[in-house]
């Protein structure tokens, strides 16, 4: 689930300059947004340099109407400023999501095309050299700049530090444990729960607590609470009691006191690419877009994962050779393992895998049923007896998966989708978990790189069910960039 997609602003309150609730995290977001802008000049300023050294080299523009002397540094400047205009120093898109990110390719890009237009306009001659070397290496630096800020923000807020938001919950009981189960799941989005308003009803006389969240007050005082547990961000989840009135008064509450008011509809996992917000009659209705189950996009995709694994496949056939080899004199039997699947509608076809147990691996099964490590479905072992000493390698590193490959060139797989299950768990699917068949499995996909082995089956079916409703290609994209990371992490591998 996207908490960024979860967690929709419903006023943003004023934010004094002083102390108040939430003044030390303001100050951790202005040190924040100052390393940004910092890292942004910076990058700007070689992108700009490597621009006018791989255009004109060590000569000055000769026979150019543009001082570039005076040029460079109006087009950093202008640049920041189209960064900025475009919110790129946004609070509610910095470190969490993919926005921001396109934020800053999309200012980028406009400015780029604002300066070749006025340039043809004014028939000024700007080299067009100059321009593309500075604006690509520019908007690729600022890319990468910002997804390594983004790392260390993450981390710090992993050990309880750096800059996050202190939330107090204002909802039912079961809404309320939801989403600090929510939030608690994903803490690098930069959410943290600090204590919970319920209703009046459900208050007991002595001090209670949801699960590990503190209940500081009821409806009535949720100003007052959120200033005595230091909180700048009320979240409102689903309640009866919590009527639209009741709701725009609360916002009118904390008007200057510097605690944003923000909204968790009962709507989630739908990313925001298909939520669209219409206002009728004062109403903030919103619009949800079924999802893309065929169509050009799943062509595109469908011709870029057979392109991509016929490449791969050629590229890395001496790996493979050598892979097999070393399976083959690791143990007796076959070097490929070739297992039956269930894909998309339902069908059924032999998954490869380079062998990474013994032969007699099945018939063992049931004697390990009893030290299976997972829940649901699946049986998962970290020390499984049944592994060779080449097999544990190749599943440290997913190098026992590149078969697969083949699979996608036969478009029985995708690059990116979910889980390819086995048919002993689809039998025991309920309507729900079936959902995982309406696209074709992947090699890679959210449960890779959100901790494999490691994760619940509850988690990886959410992830699966989240993956078919709102696929992209630009998310296939960054899941595929982060698979590499957590093959290199070997999380959850065994």
Same mark, same amino acid.
């Given at each position: 689930?996207?908490?960024?997609?979860?967690?929709?602003?419903?006023?943003?309150?004023?934010?004094?300059?002083?102390?108040?609730?939430? +003044?030390?995290?303001?100050?951790?977001?202005?040190?924040?947004l100052?390393?940004?802008?910092?890292?942004?000049?910076?990058?700007?300023?070689?992108?700009?340099?490597?621009?006018?050294?791989?255009r004109?080299?060590?000569d000055?523009?000769?026979?150019?109407?543009? #001082?570039?002397?005076?040029?460079?540094?109006?087009?950093?400047?202008?640049?920041?400023?189209?960064?900025?205009?475009?919110?790129?120093?946004?609070?509610?898109?910095?470190?969490?999501?993919?926005?921001?990110?396109?934020?800053?390719?999309?200012?980028?890009?406009?400015? /780029?095309?604002?300066?070749?237009?006025?340039?043809?306009?004014?028939?000024?001659?700007?080299?067009?050299?100059?321009?593309?070397?500075?604006?690509?290496?520019?908007t690729?630096?600022?890319?990468? @700049?910002? *997804?390594?800020?983004?790392?260390?923000? %993450?981390?710090?807020?992993?050990r309880?530090?750096?800059? +996050?938001?202190?939330?107090?919950?204002?909802g039912?009981?079961a %809404?309320?444990?939801?989403?600090v189960?929510?939030? %608690? &799941?994903?803490?690098?989005?930069?959410?943290?729960?600090?204590?919970?308003c319920?209703?009046?009803a459900?208050? @007991?006389?002595? #001090?209670?607590?949801? !699960?590990?969240?503190?209940?500081?007050?009821? *409806?009535?005082?949720i100003?007052?609470?959120?200033?005595?547990?230091?909180?700048?961000? =009320? /979240?409102?989840?689903?309640?009866?009691?919590?009527? /639209?009135?009741?709701?725009?008064r609360l916002?009118?509450?904390?008007?200057?006191?510097?605690?944003?008011?923000? =909204?968790?509809?009962?709507?989630?996992?739908?990313?925001?690419? &298909?939520? %669209?917000?219409?206002?009728?009659?004062?109403?903030?209705?919103?619009?949800?877009?079924?999802?893309?189950? $065929?169509?050009?996009?799943?062509?595109v995709? !469908? *011709?870029?994962? $057979? +392109?991509?694994?016929?490449?791969?496949?050629?590229?890395?056939?001496?790996?493979?050779?050598?892979? /097999?080899?070393?399976?083959?004199?690791?143990?007796?039997? #076959?070097?490929?393992?070739?297992?039956?699947r269930?894909?998309?509608?339902?069908?059924? *076809?032999? =998954?490869?895998?380079?062998?990474?147990?013994?032969?007699?691996?099945?018939?063992?099964?049931?004697?390990?049923?009893?030290?299976n490590?997972?829940?649901?479905?699946?049986?998962?072992?970290?020390?499984?007896?049944r592994?060779?000493?080449?097999?544990?390698?190749l599943?440290?590193?997913?190098?026992?998966e590149?078969?697969?490959?083949?699979n996608?060139l036969?478009?029985?797989?995708?690059l990116?989708?979910?889980?390819?299950?086995? #048919?002993?768990?689809?039998?025991?699917?309920?309507?729900?978990?079936?959902?995982?068949l309406?696209?074709?499995p !992947?090699?890679?996909?959210?449960?890779?790189? +959100?901790?494999?082995?490691?994760?619940?089956?509850?988690?990886?079916?959410?992830?699966?069910l989240?993956? =078919?409703?709102?696929?992209?290609?630009?998310?296939d994209?960054?899941?595929?960039?982060?698979?590499?990371?957590?093959?290199?992490?070997?999380? !959850? @591998?065994?």
């Open positions: 689930m996207s908490t960024a997609t979860l967690l929709t602003p419903a006023t943003t309150s004023a934010r004094p300059g002083g102390g108040g609730p939430g +003044s030390a995290t303001r100050a951790a977001e202005r040190a924040y100052r390393t940004l802008v910092v890292l942004d000049t910076a990058v700007l300023a070689v992108a700009i340099l490597v621009g006018y050294v791989g004109f080299g060590d000055r523009p000769s026979g150019s109407e543009i #001082p570039y002397v005076l040029f460079a540094p109006g087009l950093l400047v202008v640049w920041l400023i189209s960064l900025r205009a475009m919110g790129c120093y946004d609070d509610r898109v910095l470190g969490y999501g993919a926005d921001e990110y396109r934020r800053v390719s999309s200012a980028s890009l406009r400015l /780029a095309g604002g300066i070749a237009i006025t340039g043809y306009i004014a028939d000024v001659g700007v080299s067009r050299g100059f321009l593309a070397i500075s604006f690509v290496v520019g690729l630096g600022l890319e990468v @700049a910002r *997804f390594g800020a983004r790392k260390r923000l %993450h981390r710090a807020r992993y309880g530090r750096g800059w +996050s938001r202190k939330v107090l919950v204002v039912d009981t %809404h309320v444990l939801e989403l189960h929510t939030l %608690h &799941r994903e803490p690098y989005a930069g959410y943290r729960v600090v204590g919970a319920i209703p009046d459900l208050l @007991a006389p002595v #001090p209670q607590r949801l !699960g590990d969240v503190p209940v500081v007050g009821s *409806f009535r005082g100003p007052e609470a959120a200033t005595a547990i230091g909180a700048d961000t =009320v /979240a409102v989840t689903a309640s009866g009691e919590l009527t /639209a009135t009741r709701l725009r916002g009118w509450q904390l008007e200057g006191t510097g605690v944003d008011l923000v =909204v968790a509809p009962a709507l989630t996992d739908v990313a925001g690419p &298909r939520i %669209h917000t219409r206002p009728v009659a004062g109403l903030p209705l919103i619009h949800v877009e079924a999802p893309e189950f $065929r169509g050009a996009r799943k062509l995709k !469908g *011709f870029v994962d $057979r +392109s991509v694994s016929l490449v791969a496949l050629l590229l890395l056939l001496p790996a493979l050779l050598v892979i /097999a080899l070393a399976i083959k004199l690791d143990s007796r039997g #076959p070097v490929l393992f070739r297992q039956v269930v894909g998309q509608g339902g069908r059924e *076809f032999g =998954v490869f895998k380079f062998r990474t147990m013994v032969v007699n691996a099945d018939a063992l099964l049931a004697e390990l049923a009893a030290r490590e997972t829940d649901g479905l699946m049986f998962k072992m970290r020390d499984d007896p592994v060779t000493r080449v097999g544990r390698l599943r440290k590193w997913s190098l026992d590149l078969p697969q490959l083949a996608v036969l478009g029985q797989m995708s990116v989708g979910p889980r390819p299950p086995l #048919p002993s768990e689809v039998a025991r699917y309920d309507g729900d978990v079936a959902r995982r309406l696209v074709k !992947g090699m890679t996909g959210l449960w890779q790189v +959100s901790g494999r082995s490691d994760l619940s089956w509850e988690d990886g079916i959410r992830l699966d989240y993956y =078919v409703e709102n696929w992209s290609l630009a998310a994209l960054t899941i595929l960039w982060k698979t590499f990371g957590a093959v290199l992490r070997s999380r !959850g @591998a065994y």
